[in-house]
């Protein structure tokens, strides 16, 4: 793991931070805790304040152990973090396995400011760097978006040429606050085929193993006619919107739903 571009000098060790957004299906904030060991610039502890999957590493330059926080009972993964930077900073590093390092902690803390200084560029970079997907759905055409109760489907076939791919593509919409968000993306591409919940929220991405799941639009549709809409929406970041889903109607409109999406592959597929 590379050390993160931003960084705070804090006497015996350094604070360095960068947004990790190229995992696919995660992404968040990683703060690392460096100092100078035997001469050598080295990681003592990782803490990787992730959506799905936050964990931190004892050591990730010596043992590594790897454990991951629980959500539930930690709250924010970041505000974890920082509490145990402020309170725990020593023992931490000392189970990473540098006593000397750790010694030197308890006997001169880190100063105030310095960890203030870290909390703020540390929530600001998560605040500021999050990374979200805006489907412009430039090349829906007229009557493509089918309103079934609270929520609304996009139809659309995309094309792609700056990544030579194209497919067919199901956007799950409804209202937030009086704008138009999109809930859940199924881009059934020819090439790598992906989808997302929450576009605008988390960004959770998972690309299909075509091996397993078969044709993916296919798939989309299965999952509907399944059942499967609430908890996908719910996953998605809105358990509101979830909840008041017509299932019924969803399934009355499937039918329509499906027709159309294979009329658009059949007269825009390559």
């Given amino acids: 793991m590379e050390k993160g571009g931003t960084t705070i000098d804090a006497g015996s060790v350094e604070f360095a931070m960068s947004y990790r957004k190229e995992i696919m299906d ?60 402020r309170n725990n900073l020593a023992p931490m590093v000392r189970r990473a396995g540098y006593d000397d390092l750790a010694d030197s902690l308890e006997s001169k803390k880190v ?10 560029t540390a929530r600001k970079m998560a605040r500021e760097e999050r990374r979200t997907v805006h489907h412009k759905m430039e090349s829906m055409l007229e009557g493509d978006k089918i309103e079934v109760g ?26 937030v606050a009086g704008e138009e968000v999109e809930l859940l993306a199924f881009d059934c591409f020819q090439v790598a085929p992906h989808f ?15 091996t397993t799941s078969g044709e993916t639009l296919r ?14 929406i719910t996953r998605a970041g809105y358990p509101s919107i979830a909840n008041a ?26």
């Fill in 26 to 85: 995660d992404q968040g904030l990683c703060v690392q805790v460096y100092s100078e060991i035997d001469g050598k610039d080295t990681e003592i502890l990782r803490f990787d304040c992730f959506d799905q999957a936050p964990h931190y590493h004892y050591g990730p330059e010596n043992h590594n152990i790897r454990l991951f926080m629980d959500k539930t009972s930690t709250g924010s993964p970041l505000g974890w973090t920082i509490k145990n930077i």
């Fill in 111 to 120: 100063a105030k400011g310095k960890l203030d200084e870290l909390e703020a």
């Fill in 219 to 232: 798939w989309t549709l299965d999952q509907f006619k399944a059942g499967n809409l609430r908890n996908m």
């Fill in 245 to 270: 889903v017509d299932e019924g109607l969803v399934q009355q409109e499937l039918p329509r739903i499906e027709k159309r999406a294979f009329e658009l592959v059949a007269a825009n597929a390559s």
């Fill in 150 to 175: 609270n929520i609304r489907f996009g139809l659309e076939y995309r094309r792609l040429p700056q990544i030579n791919d194209e497919g067919m593509a199901i956007h799950v919409l409804s209202d």
């Fill in 196 to 210: 997302h919940y929450g576009p605008r929220n988390e960004d959770v991405r998972i690309y299909w193993d075509v």
